[in-house]
């Protein structure tokens, strides 16, 4: 199975900074990574597909990148809104997809 | 607007079963590969099991391999999960989501309980 490490677990930051987590594949997946943010009570909602591709209606400030095995999601200038865990997710072992452990983002 | 809407959660004992529902509406349900993923209490996200549009093929994680069996009505476009002999470790949220790569829409989520 490809194991998804994320990093760093937990985050706090203040308004308007901008903030970096790091997501790294047990092997190269490509470009087969996703990032989902999931606000406390709520449902993931897809935020990046492909590394880097912006989902509709994401804010710009949202970005992600990298290929092979190491990833980011960045937020260029964090928002109250932004507090959620964010996870990301490789799909190269379609469909057994694997998450990573979550980045618990909070706002200083 | 797309929406999923899933049911048929609650609360039953180790090694009974469970049948959860996912209506979907504002898209063609049979173009599209559906997943079940689970979040435990606290903890974060697990492929369960994915099914493709036509319903011809199937997928599970195996953590439920033999348990769980996931089926769709494309003439009610409606998904399922029949859970059978559940754990105490199956206690979890159950979300559907739409896709087999990456999941753009979820649904709200239904609480499954397996306690005595």
């Known amino acids: 199975d490809i194991q998804m490490t994320q990093s760093p677990s937990s985050l706090s930051a203040s308004v308007g900074d901008r903030v970096t987590i790091t997501c790294r594949a047990s092997?190269?997946?490509?470009?087969?990574l996703h990032w989902y943010q999931q606000r406390p009570g709520k449902a993931p909602k897809l935020l990046i597909y492909?590394?880097?591709r912006l989902q509709s209606g994401v804010p710009s400030r949202f970005s992600g990148g990298g290929s092979g095995t190491d990833f980011t999601l960045s937020i260029s200038s964090l928002q109250p809104e932004d507090v959620a865990t964010y996870y990301c997710q490789q799909s190269y072992s379609t469909p057994q997809n694997t998450f990573g452990q979550g980045t618990k983002l909070e706002i200083k | 607007e797309v929406q999923l809407v899933e049911s048929g959660g609650g609360l039953v004992q180790p090694g009974g079963s469970l049948r959860l529902s996912c209506a979907a509406s504002?898209?063609?349900?049979?173009?599209?590969?559906m997943t079940w993923v689970r979040q435990a209490p606290g903890k974060g996200l697990e492929w369960v099991s994915t099914i493709a549009g036509s319903g011809g093929t199937t997928f599970y994680a195996d953590s439920v391999k033999g348990r769980f069996t996931i089926s769709r009505d494309n003439s009610k476009n409606t998904l399922y999960l029949e859970m059978n002999s559940l754990r105490d470790e199956d206690t979890a949220v159950y979300y559907c989501a739409r896709g087999a790569e990456q999941f753009d829409y979820w649904g709200q989520g239904t609480l499954v309980t397996v306690s005595s």
């Open positions: 492909t590394a880097s």
């Open positions: 504002g898209f063609t349900f049979s173009g599209y590969a």
């Open positions: 092997q190269p997946i490509n470009n087969y």
